[in-house]
């Protein structure tokens, strides 16, 4: 490799840690939230942290976490439980690994491992920003978000009965939604992309009324893509150069 490789990688890392900052600071009070949470639930400190480490998705380990509180529940209906919650991420292993095609498979499936919704979003941003998706930039984003929601999980497990305000109380638990609603915002420019986000927003307020949290993400995220696969392909006018002939 040669220094200009390395420091054009180095300075990619660079950038994806950049990005990945608003996003573990938003996501923090939620990793320490579900690691109360799950103590409170009967698993121990290091359960907990190994369920944020192997699972890594917030809504799916909230899901698990009821069902292995409830202690009634089939194992096999916890795992198709946690799928169910999410799917949405096959769905963005399908839409991003077009822009990975230049990569290794094993580097793939990491990148697969690490893929939650901001990650995501982040790499469509910068695929529309004209830039290709590095394996340098994407694990400068991605590694330190997982290793902040492992170490979270862990600090709420440890010490979030006691250092955890209520969530509720002094607006923490919005800090997310209104981070994902900037990410929703910056693709306004894209075609359709208001009648997907509003059949989107209505499925997924119908679904939370009609079946409950968290399964109104994936019903959706299910709905907008419906949609947008239903949809007509569009179709982009061809302009003739001047003096061009004119079949």
Do not use: C
């Amino acid at each position: 490799m040669s220094d200009h490789e390395a420091a054009d990688r180095k300075a990619d890392f660079s950038r994806g840690v950049r990005t990945s900052i608003p996003i573990f600071v938003a996501s923090a009070p939620f990793a320490i939230l579900f690691g109360a949470m799950a103590v409170d639930n009967g698993l121990t400190i290091f359960e907990a942290t190994l369920m944020s480490a192997s699972i890594y998705a917030g809504a799916s380990q909230m899901v698990g976490l009821e069902l292995f509180g409830s202690h009634t529940v089939a194992p096999w209906l916890i795992v198709f439980s946690i799928f169910a919650v999410n799917f949405r991420h096959v769905l963005y292993s399908a839409a991003i690994g077009r822009n990975l095609s230049h990569w290794r498979p094993l580097n793939k499936a990491a990148a697969f491992f690490l893929l939650v919704d901001p990650i995501f979003a982040e790499s469509e941003r910068r695929v529309e920003n004209g830039h290709r998706i590095t394996f340098a930039w994407y694990f400068g984003a991605a590694v330190p978000m997982y290793l902040s929601w492992v170490l979270m999980s862990w600090f709420g497990a440890e010490f979030g009965s006691r250092v955890m305000p209520d969530a509720h109380a002094i607006g923490l638990d919005f800090l997310l939604p209104i981070y994902f609603l900037g990410l929703v915002m910056g693709f306004r420019a894209r075609p359709r992309w208001l009648p997907v986000v509003l059949v989107s927003a209505i499925a997924s307020m119908l679904a939370f009324r009609i079946v409950g949290s968290p399964w109104h993400v994936t019903i959706g995220a299910l709905a907008g893509v419906l949609l947008a696969a239903g949809l007509p392909p569009r179709v982009v006018p061809i302009v003739a150069a001047p003096g061009a002939p004119v079949s």
